[in-house]
């Protein structure tokens, strides 16, 4: 089969290897569904390298209607095992065979180090293994295809254990299932006052260990890479613990990552943290070993839309490289994939194994990466039981918090990160509560230490915020109270009307020096519709809330052929929308960026009304709130109905404030403690250096960026009310293929 002589079709092969993680699916999903539309052919390997060495049945041609539908589900539908036969030349030489029979010259492997390994080295010994068979007259000469294997791999592994990529497929969803695990032992725990020892996995990673704690308030944590600095450390973390519970704190929680060890390299074990706590403090102690729960369940938004464009990039990279190059692994940055050298990825994770095992812990957690390192230092201090008492003779500022804007998952994760770092350094923090209302309103209240235990995994916004910016002689009421206050800087916490009301402030200095301070505003909106930062806090949570109610919406179909028209939030910002759309499969996102037309509605219901006849079962469209003000959900819906005859009914769902609700997610409480310590850090700076400058916070392609305040009228279409750039708008044509086969696929 060749296009034209001279370029034969590319043929490659998907498999999933190792442990299973969730996401797998999506990547899969998303290979198979490229490389048809791209014109390759495509084969799914059932049992990882144990179906490559069978051959037969194991080797499937994959289709488009083969890899429906698979998307919400968690594990590997394609299986996944552990081959001691692949390790062998006879178990190589045998999967060659089956390879080069299928006529395939491309793999994508999804897997763990070992499983990445293992590809390169197939790659690698490939036309030996082909010479061989040749050779021995399995293979006759016609049959052998001469083209090198050209292979690209992704990380699957909950662990997050992997050099080259920021997040392994798997990881978000495992943190989910530890938060979600977490959060409930502690109201148990704080019940009874008692302490629970929690044990998660990550061989020799303390990643899901280190999040899991800074997600969820736990009170110590043990990992790896960080073992404890002094022979009794027992003694240490019974101190700490002992002094929480004195200072109020009723649930007590130590994170025991499975590969814990001692100064010397002894595993420490939850059972041994147990005994001590139950020895020397008399306390009533539980374990609680997570194991395989963390593997389950569905995949979170994250791991679906991450792992949706890796596949994608996987098969780009295939397709736009030379046959048999370097094998690359395809990784995420941030919101952004990267590719980089297989092999180098894999010998810089080995390091890290290698350097916990030489007792180099400093240089393990560098090649952790920078973040590692600050994520930890920061978890060191809020788990504190008391913040470190202010050196004498220093500055102390009086630093004040505010929210403005809709309510959004992760604020309190937020105002308890913030507060922490601010009073461990000897600052006094004031809230202000009910936002810019409660501003004018001069609602003010200093905060403790411990008035925000519980609030890392706490929804809503404990503090008050509303949409208010104050104007006129209200911004002189803030002025007087900033003076009577005495209050040195300002974080806001918030979505766009925090943001207008900071630029308001800031314009207006000349007039009323009290706002001549440094302010600075940290992005909390689920609509993610902020300037200056490519994520905002709040919205992974609603996503994930609009993954699991569209997920509960196409259940719900099973027996009848129907299409659902679900509305989003996120105003006239499709990030929901799109992202929402990606994770769940839609067959049609509109957002109000790219605008509704009656010719694409004509379009897309005459795709509709096709894939229906062609046995189609369940379609959806996604439709951001506000994405036509004339062409409404309701209207869609009737149009659909109408126009879908008998062919198929339609129901409309629109999600409403369901996606503001609820826990915040692991990713929102990370990003949030995050922007906490770096706000913070900056208010101290400039309140210090007698800069006063206000700016706001984001995260641009892996690094936190500030930016100023000025610079938000060029930022923002303020007409829209969204940025000016929109890295995700990029993702809107992978949606497109993704969704609906396009005429190539046939
Ligand atoms: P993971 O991919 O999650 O790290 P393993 O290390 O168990 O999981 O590897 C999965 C499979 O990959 C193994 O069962 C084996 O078939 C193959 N594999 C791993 N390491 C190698 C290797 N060095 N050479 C050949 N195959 C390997």
């Known amino acids: 089969m060749t296009t034209q002589k001279e370029e034969p079709v590319r043929t490659i092969a998907v498999l999933t290897s190792g442990g299973d993680a969730q996401g797998m699916n999506a990547a899969v999903r998303a290979v198979v569904r490229t490389a048809l539309e ?8 059932r049992e990882g390298y144990e179906g490559m060495v069978d051959g037969g049945e194991r080797i499937q041609a994959a289709d488009w209607d083969s890899v429906g539908g698979i998307l919400h589900q968690g594990g590997t539908v394609i299986g996944s095992a552990r081959s001691q036969r692949f390790r062998t030349h006879e178990g190589r030489l045998q999967a060659a065979e089956n390879l080069v029979r299928a006529g395939i010259d491309s793999l994508v ?7 990445l390994t293992g590809a390169d080295m197939l790659r690698r010994e490939w036309t030996s293994l082909v010479e061989e068979l040749v050779g021995s007259g399995r293979l006759e000469e016609g049959e052998a295809d001469r083209r090198p294997l050209s292979l690209v791999g992704l990380v699957g592994s909950i662990d997050n254990d992997m050099f080259g990529t920021d997040m392994t497929i798997g990881t978000d969803t495992a943190l989910h299932r530890i938060t979600e695990a977490v959060d409930a032992i502690s109201s148990t725990a704080a019940s009874h006052q008692r302490t629970f020892v929690v044990e998660v996995m990550g061989r020799h990673c303390g990643y899901l260990a280190l999040m899991g704690a800074i997600s969820t308030g736990a009170s110590w944590v043990l990992i790896p890479e960080n073992p404890p600095d002094v022979d009794d450390w027992e003694a240490t973390m019974c101190a700490r613990l002992k002094a929480g519970r004195e200072a109020g704190r009723r649930d007590s929680i130590v994170i025991v990552a499975e590969g814990a060890r001692d100064r010397h390299g002894q595993p420490i074990t939850a059972g041994h943290v147990r005994d001590v706590l139950h020895e020397r403090l008399g306390e009533d102690v539980r374990i609680t070993i997570l194991g395989h729960v963390q593997r389950g369940g569905a995949p979170s938004a994250f791991d679906r839309y991450m792992s949706t464009m890796l596949g994608y990039a996987a098969v780009e990279e295939l397709l736009s490289s030379p046959p048999g190059g370097e094998a690359q692994l395809i990784g995420m940055k941030d919101n952004r994939v990267t590719r980089q050298p297989l092999m180098q990825c894999v010998e810089q994770t080995h390091k890290v194994a290698e350097r916990v095992n030489a007792g180099d812990f400093a240089g393990a957690r560098k ?25 004498p003779g220093q500055t102390r500022l009086n630093i004040a918090l505010i929210h403005s804007g809709g309510p959004a998952p992760g604020m309190n994760t937020a105002v308890r990160a913030s507060l922490r770092l601010a009073l461990d350094q000897g600052h006094r923090v004031l809230a202000i509560r009910n936002g810019f209302r409660g501003f004018v309103e001069g609602d003010f209240r200093e905060m403790e230490w411990m008035s925000v235990n519980g609030w890392a995994s706490r929804g809503g916004a404990e503090l008050g915020t509303n949409r208010k910016v104050p104007a006129d002689r209200e911004l002189y ?20 009307s925090g943001y207008r009301a900071i630029h308001k402030l800031r314009s207006e200095r000349e007039r009323f020096p009290a706002f001549d301070i440094p302010m600075i505003c940290m992005p909390t909106s689920i609509n993610n519709n902020l300037a ?3 994520i905002s806090i709040g919205s992974d949570t609603a996503l994930n809330n609009i993954v699991g109610a569209v997920d509960k919406i196409k259940q719900s179909a099973v027996a009848s052929k129907r299409c659902f028209v679900v509305e989003v939030m996120g105003r006239k910002c499709g990030f929901l929308a799109l992202l929402g759309g990606l994770a769940t499969g839609a067959e049609r996102v509109y957002i109000h960026e790219e605008g509704v037309t009656l010719a694409d509605l004509q379009r897309d219901l005459t795709a509709m009304i096709e894939g229906f006849r062609q046995g189609k079962r369940l379609g959806l469209v996604v439709r951001a709130a506000e994405a036509n003000p004339l062409y409404t959900t309701p209207f869609m819906y009737a149009l659909f109905e109408e126009e879908g005859g008998d062919l198929f009914d339609v129901r409309q769902a629109i999600l409403g404030h369901i996606q503001q609700g ?12 995050r922007f906490a310590a770096e706000c913070v850090g900056y208010l101290i700076r400039k309140a210090q250096a007698a800069t006063p400058e206000a700016a706001f916070i984001g995260v641009q392609e892996g690094r936190v960026v500030i930016t100023p305040i000025d610079d938000l009228p060029r930022l923002m279409d303020m007409e829209n009310e969204r940025p000016r750039d929109q890295w995700w708008r990029a993702l809107a044509p992978i949606a497109r293929l993704l969704a609906q086969p396009g005429p190539k696929a046939g």
């Open 38 to 45: 791209r014109g390759a052919r495509v084969f799914a390997i």
């Open 109 to 115: 492997v999804i897997g763990g180090d070992g499983s």
């Open 367 to 391: 090649l952790r990466g920078t973040r590692f390192e600050s994520n930890l230092r920061t978890l060191r201090t809020i788990v504190r039981a008391l913040p470190h008492p202010p050196t």
């Open 477 to 496: 009421t803030i002025a007087r109270h900033i003076e009577a206050q005495k209050i040195d800087a300002i974080l806001m916490i918030g979505g766009w």
């Open 532 to 534: 200056g930062s490519e």
């Open 662 to 673: 609820g826990d915040p997610s692991p990713y929102d409480r990370i990003l949030a403690t």
